[in-house]
């Protein structure tokens, strides 16, 4: 069966710190995908990053990087120089059967303190 | 282009009753799916599509049904609900399934 395990439920970070949000999963798919997205206060779902399973470097988009370890069946997040409007819940998820279905995390609420 | 909307934003409704949240994309997108979002267990996968005329269960399919006349429209029904489907609804599309998908503002709904 294919799992999402967030063991973060809460972070906080200092603005303009790095910080790194865990994300493990499980699957016994060799083609997958791997995305995070953020929900802010407001509610709205926002797609952050995303990476395939057989991409071997990290995906980077601006300030967010996903830490690909497939080894350890680990997809990090790792957010450099955090600004406030980064406090949000961020949800770690998982494309497979073709990248029809997809699976959440329970998420992550990051606090950026000023 | 409005990309994904949702209607309405809010409902209330009584138990045993039906009602269809709308869903529509501007992006001529394929794939459409819907979710639901209770507290504290993320989003799950209701139903999907990958295109007009073909839909697909998801995790949480029970008491729900889509269907996918156009690439643009992807409504879904609540046959008659129940307290158990108080949650926010999101409705996303991709353009491909492997890829990011954009949601929709999505709908709260309340069943009493």
């Known amino acids: 069966a294919q799992k999402i395990t967030q063991t973060q439920p809460g972070m906080f970070v200092q603005e303009k710190e790095a910080v790194t949000l865990d994300c493990t999963y499980d699957?016994?798919?060799?083609?997958?995908?791997l995305f995070w997205y953020k929900q802010p206060s407001s509610g709205e779902m926002i797609f952050l990053i995303y990476?395939?399973?057989?991409?071997?470097q990290n995906a980077t988009e601006g300030r967010y990087s996903l830490n690909f370890q497939k080894a350890r069946k680990s997809a990090n997040l790792v957010i450099s120089a955090s600004q406030l409007g980064d406090s949000a819940m961020y949800f770690c998820?998982?494309?497979?059967?073709?990248?029809?279905?997809?699976?959440f995390g329970a998420g992550t609420r990051l606090f950026v303190k000023a | 282009n409005a990309g994904v909307t949702q209607t309405p934003k809010f409902q209330v409704l009584k138990t045993g009753q039906s009602m269809t949240l709308q869903c529509a994309q501007d992006m001529n997108h394929e794939y459409m799916s819907w979710y639901r979002q209770d507290p504290g267990m993320g989003l799950r996968l209701i139903h999907y599509s990958v295109g007009a005329g073909i839909t697909d269960q998801g995790e949480v399919p029970n008491g729900y049904n889509v269907s996918r006349s156009t690439t643009e429209d992807f409504p879904l029904r609540l046959l008659s609900a129940a307290p158990s489907q108080t949650s926010v609804y999101f409705c996303a599309s991709s353009s491909q399934g492997a890829g990011g998908q954009f949601f929709g503002p999505g709908t709260r709904l309340t069943v009493l």
């Open positions: 998820a998982m494309s497979y059967t073709g990248g029809f279905k997809t699976i």
């Open positions: 699957t016994s798919d060799q083609s997958y995908g």
């Open positions: 990476q395939g399973s057989y991409d071997e």
